[in-house]
């Protein structure tokens, strides 16, 4: 059985993997497992580990990730439409927000 083969048939969709070089990859992960729960029903998720023998996630780690979700989704928007951030990690240079404003205008913000 090939398990990327079992998931994709059973999401209509390719689970997401968060990895060190994309800042928000763990938001992206995150936001497709909520879509597929929501489109498919946690039945699905719960059957898929099982399958992949992994614990299924409770309802308080479910609930964190739907806040996280809530919460990461502007900034997420907001970094993807400044362009600055593609595929680094997003920082602070702990500059004042005045200065700070100025200084990613000319300089990125990302590493």
Known sequence: MHFGTNVEDACS???LRPNATKWNSLFLAVERLLSVMKDKGEGTIRVL???LKVPMFNPAELAFLTEY???MSPVN???A???KCPHGVATSN???AD???RATNSESSCH
């Open 69 to 71: 979700a809530a919460v």
């Open 94 to 96: 702990n500059q004042p």
């Open 99 to 101: 200065r700070q404003t």
């Open 13 to 15: 969709l390719q689970l």
């Open 81 to 83: 439409s400044r362009g």
């Open 77 to 79: 928007q907001h970094l």
């Open 49 to 51: 580990c099982t399958d």
